[in-house]
């Protein structure tokens, strides 16, 4: 306990960067990441082949390679500077989406075929089809999984330590700097990450789940 108290300020701070990273991604994450999986349902072959290709490259890319293009490559492309802390939130939303996208498109297979093409036959275009009929009910089916890929976002906030972002991550190494055992800390760590799992994430999944469970 004397280590959390006496490094409160290294907590605080890391732990309010995490959740900076993790909001920011996860809103842009789901955003690009519907819009990815109605180009890869979309009856435009080019728009599939677009979205195939960014699913399969940035998915099979390790994170930290993703990190560091945009912590260390990106300066050297001339374009305008962005924060370490920026350039991990873009990184972060880019991999993440491509599991949003899997996942919502997952929950699009799910509706009837019948109702796209009920859809159609009044005269509705695929736009207003997917974002009025297929995505509404698709993300009604899509609540576990993608509360899945979200936890698995807050974890890996943890790799943008290696780039010079303050989160929490890093606590360790400014442990180490101070002198305090390190063992203490790291389960200090690990056990808020799973407060914030258990006290936060997965009680908001199970509301959703029963609210959209219930106005169906």
């Not at 955003?31 to 082949?49: D, E, K, Q, W």
């Not at 207003?128 to 297929?134: D, N, R």
């Not at 390190?182 to 808020?192: D, E, F, K, S, Y």
């Amino acid at each position: 306990m004397n280590v959390l108290i006496d490094n409160s300020d290294l907590f605080l701070t890391g732990f309010k960067n995490t959740g900076i990273l993790f909001v920011i991604s996860a809103f842009f994450a789901l955003i690009l990441g519907t819009i990815v999986a109605g180009m890869r349902v979309s009856p435009a072959p080019a728009m599939r082949a677009a979205g195939t290709f960014y699913v399969n490259f940035v998915r099979n890319t390790p994170l930290t390679l993703i990190l560091a293009f945009f912590a260390l490559g990106y300066p050297k492309l001339g374009l305008p500077n962005i924060s370490f802390m920026t350039a991990a939130i873009i990184g972060l939303s880019l991999y993440t989406a491509t599991y949003v996208s899997e996942a919502i498109r997952s929950g699009i297979n799910t509706v009837s075929v019948g109702q796209s093409e009920a859809a159609r036959a009044i005269g509705l275009p695929f736009m207003q089809t997917l974002s009025l009929i297929v995505l509404p009910q698709a993300f009604r089916s899509v609540v576990p999984p993608l509360f899945s890929v979200f936890i698995a976002l807050l974890k890996n906030t943890t790799v943008a330590a290696g780039f010079s972002v303050f989160e929490a991550g890093s606590i360790r190494a400014y442990l180490s700097e101070r002198g305090e055992p390190l063992l203490p800390g790291l389960l200090w760590v690990a056990l808020i990450f799973v407060v914030l799992v258990l006290g936060i994430l997965t009680p908001l999944q199970r509301y959703l789940e029963k609210k959209w469970r219930v106005a169906r």
